[in-house]
């Protein structure tokens, strides 16, 4: 085994704290060796909880400051570019929750600063190291369904994301926030790329937030042609209140596979007066908690050169290109040709 990897997480909100904790307590090889946190407060109640002593309130300073090899970029989307540009350039190593950026200039900038250095990015599509649906891309990819025909793909949300995420402008809204991991699924799955999007979004159960937030919805259905002819469907809502709902149909020409389900466990009480009764997930951290780790291990491998690189700056870009297409389409009302325009690709103007 090489020598420890020493991480830096920025950010120590919801993301940041699972990666903090799987960082420090679950990645063979991992140092958890500073932290970066804007709000003072924050730092000091969170720093002291991991128990770390780089404390940082910016990505310079620690930067500059901390002996770190990687950083693992856990801040607002809107954030995402500028800290991830500045590590690259600092040779760090990146790791960068999704949405990659806001626009693709900024997700092509971050691409050239890590290639300019010669250091790993890698985008936090955590799905593609959970063990469900790792095995339904290998049971795809070994043609046991045949060819993809039709591929659904839904995610909702117990509960709406952190206030910035509800300002479109600063997060393109939910079908970012919640649905970029199934913008990255369909894809990965199918093993094609994305040429046309439709997409209805509608804030149904918040209306209140679009005074405060235009451009708010809490719903979205898009529908997607690949490039091998292959549909798909995507399926978003938050926030739903029942629990984190993330699941997955293909049906291929020789067959169909689903992965997930409603149900966290395996214990089902069926009593008179309940009836049938099972808990669904509380949230993504225990649905996705093995595939986190798994996602971090995976960078500090990557890192060592030890595996190929299996969610890239360009995975990152392609699935935030289809999700700025789906919030042109549901704009226009219109469906959306993909690559897209050089002035709809610069800019989101949700
Ligand atoms: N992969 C997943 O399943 C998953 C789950 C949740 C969130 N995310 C992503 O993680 C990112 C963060 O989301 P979150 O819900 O944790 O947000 P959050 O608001 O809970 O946390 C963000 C933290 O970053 C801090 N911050 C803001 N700007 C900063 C800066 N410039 N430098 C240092 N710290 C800064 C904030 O004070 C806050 O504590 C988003 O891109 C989000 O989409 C991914």
């Avoid at 898009?222 to 739903?240: F, H, K, Q, S």
């Avoid at 596979?257 to 009480?269: D, F, H, I, P």
Wanted: charged share 25%; net charge negative; proline share 5%.
């Amino acid at each position: 085994m090489g020598s420890a990897v020493n991480v830096c997480v920025v950010g120590l909100g919801r993301a940041g704290m699972v990666h903090a904790v799987n960082f420090q307590q679950h990645v063979p090889g991992a140092v958890l060796a500073a932290v970066v946190e804007a709000d003072r407060e924050v730092l000091a109640a969170r720093a002291a909880e991991l128990g770390v002593a780089g404390r940082f309130t910016g990505i310079r300073e620690a930067l500059d400051g901390a002996p770190v090899d990687a950083v693992c970029i856990t801040t607002p989307t809107f954030t995402h570019a500028e800290i991830a540009v500045a590590s690259a350039q600092s040779g760090k190593h990146v790791l960068c929750e999704k949405p990659m950026a806001l626009n693709l200039a900024e997700a092509d900038r971050m691409i050239e600063a890590a290639a300019d250095a010669g250091v790993v990015l890698q985008i936090g599509f955590m799905r593609r190291f959970d063990p469900a649906f790792r095995e339904a891309r290998q049971l795809v990819a070994d043609g046991r369904i045949g060819r993809p025909m039709v591929i659904r793909s839904l995610t909702r949300g117990p509960g709406l994301p952190p206030r910035w995420a509800w300002d479109p402008a600063r997060s393109n809204g939910m079908l970012a926030e919640v649905n970029s991991h199934d913008f990255d699924t369909v894809r990965w799955i199918a093993g094609s790329e994305v040429t046309r999007v439709y997409a209805e979004t509608s804030a149904s159960k918040r209306p209140d937030l679009l005074q405060e937030f235009p451009g708010f919805y809490d719903s979205a259905v898009v529908t997607l042609r690949m490039a091998d002819g292959a549909l798909a469907t995507i399926d978003g809502g938050c926030p739903v209140d029942y629990g984190y709902d993330a699941r997955l149909e293909v049906l291929g020409t020789e067959g169909v596979l689903q992965v997930g389900e409603l149900r966290s466990g395996a214990v089902l009480l069926c009593t008179r007066e309940s009836g049938v009764q099972s808990k669904p997930f509380a949230s993504w951290r225990d649905r996705f908690r093995e595939a986190y780790i798994n996602e971090a291990g995976h960078f500090i491998r990557y890192i060592r050169a030890e595996e190929q690189p299996l969610a890239t700056g360009l995975d990152g870009r392609r699935a935030l290109e289809a999700t700025l297409a789906a919030n042109l389409s549901s704009r226009l009302g219109a469906p959306v040709v993909l690559p897209l325009k050089e002035e709809d690709a610069l800019e989101d103007r949700a």
